[in-house]
């Protein structure tokens, strides 16, 4: 790549650019592989975006139709159907995973977020949905619940690559690390090729941001009208320093020599949800090597449009952000407490988008055009 556009800047700077969105117009249009084109070198995908791909639109008509003849049941047209778009982007994908000797062009999909309390059933879901799609490039979502932990160990353990999501905890994420370094010592204990066994960790951002300054806006003072929109900051520059910590520790370093690929930081939820931010806020602010910053496409375009890259904005800045977690506790507003009901709130939204692309699938095999009816 050259440095033509703030993606390319990215790409230079060690970030790489993925798209969180996906589905069959992207991919039928050839608009995906004209944003691999751009720089895009990775997918993720979650419950809400599948259930707002199936409501526009009619592209999904087809395979519902043929479904609805089949007998298929609710839950396993939504398996084929989002299995089927996961697999043909994972294609699309696959020859930058092949130039990036498996680093990136990866695609995500999740397990059945009505799992996240159930490390058992969360595994088992994994398991299926990595036989189902059978490609090399996939990466498994699993939620970063305390029941995903040891669900992400096995996982990986048996080689399945994970995207472990909906982190938003110092905490939570110390634990996912060493969930991810349990299960690549396990999977090179069974002696397999630890190479292609892939890793990121979603560290979500704005929705930080979005929880604390209606908290600092109730305040009202000088100092916390100051402190708006720089929590959410502040609290991914420690998770990237809780994660230079791991990488500089004597367990990965075996594992490392041992061929092992690190887990990624992968910055989610990065797309701006208060106007007066610039829209490209949590991508120039979180640019340092090695880390993924996935992006909704109106993000995408806007850093694309306008970005101004000004080099790594993390590196260095652990204690700057400490002390400004502190000044927020000072105020009365704990973190802990804020991303632990985040975490809760993110599961209920998953849950709900889920039932949501149910219920649409389930309308969608109801009016499937019958067998030789006019389409």
Not at 247 to 258: D, K, N, Q, T, Y
Not at 282 to 308: Q, W
Not at 344 to 363: D, H, I, P, R
């Amino acid at each position: 790549m050259t440095s033509s556009t703030p993606l390319h800047q990215l790409h230079d700077a060690g970030v790489a650019v993925w798209l969180d969105d996906l589905s069959r117009e992207l991919l039928r249009t050839g608009e995906l592989a004209r944003l691999v084109e751009r720089g895009v070198v990775g997918v993720t995908t979650n419950p809400t975006i599948f259930a707002s791909a199936l409501t526009k639109g009619n592209a999904y008509d087809e395979q519902l139709a043929e479904l609805a003849a089949a007998g298929a049941s609710v839950d396993e047209a939504v398996v084929q159907i989002t299995t089927d778009d996961v697999r043909e982007a994972c294609d699309v994908l696959r020859p930058v995973h092949d130039a990036t000797q498996g680093v990136d062009g990866r695609v995500s999909i999740e397990v059945d977020p009505r799992l996240a309390r159930d490390t058992e059933g969360t595994l088992a879901s994994a398991r299926t949905l990595w036989s189902t799609i059978d490609r090399p490039n996939l990466f498994i979502k699993i939620p970063a619940t305390v029941e995903g932990l040891p669900a992400i160990a096995a996982a990986l353990a048996e080689g399945i690559s994970v995207n472990v999501t909906l982190i938003f905890s110092l905490q939570r994420y110390h634990a996912v690390l060493d969930a991810f370094v349990e299960g690549l010592e396990r999977a090179r204990a069974a002696g397999l090729d630890l190479a292609p066994i892939g890793s990121v960790a979603s560290f979500f951002v704005s929705r930080v941001d979005a929880a604390i300054d209606p908290r600092l806006d109730a305040i009202g003072t000088a100092e916390a009208d100051e402190l708006r929109g720089k929590a959410a900051l502040a609290n991914a520059r420690l998770a990237y320093g809780v994660y230079q910590d791991v990488v500089a520790g004597e367990r990965w370093g075996a594992l490392a020599a041992a061929g092992a690929r690190p887990q990624r930081p992968l910055w989610a939820s990065t797309g701006v949800k208060d106007p007066r931010y610039p829209d490209t806020l949590y991508v120039e602010d979180l640019v340092v090597a090695g880390s993924v910053n996935t992006m909704p496409g109106k993000t995408l375009d806007a850093v694309e449009d306008h970005g101004v890259l000004r080099g790594d904005t993390v590196t260095g800045l652990q204690e700057a952000s400490a002390a400004l977690l502190d000044r927020l506790e000072a105020l009365g507003i704990s973190v802990d407490e804020v991303t632990e009901h985040l975490e809760v709130e993110g599961l209920e939204k998953f849950e709900a988008s889920w039932t949501e692309l149910l219920e649409t699938v389930e309308n969608g095999l109801r009016d499937a055009p019958t067998a030789g009816a006019d389409r």
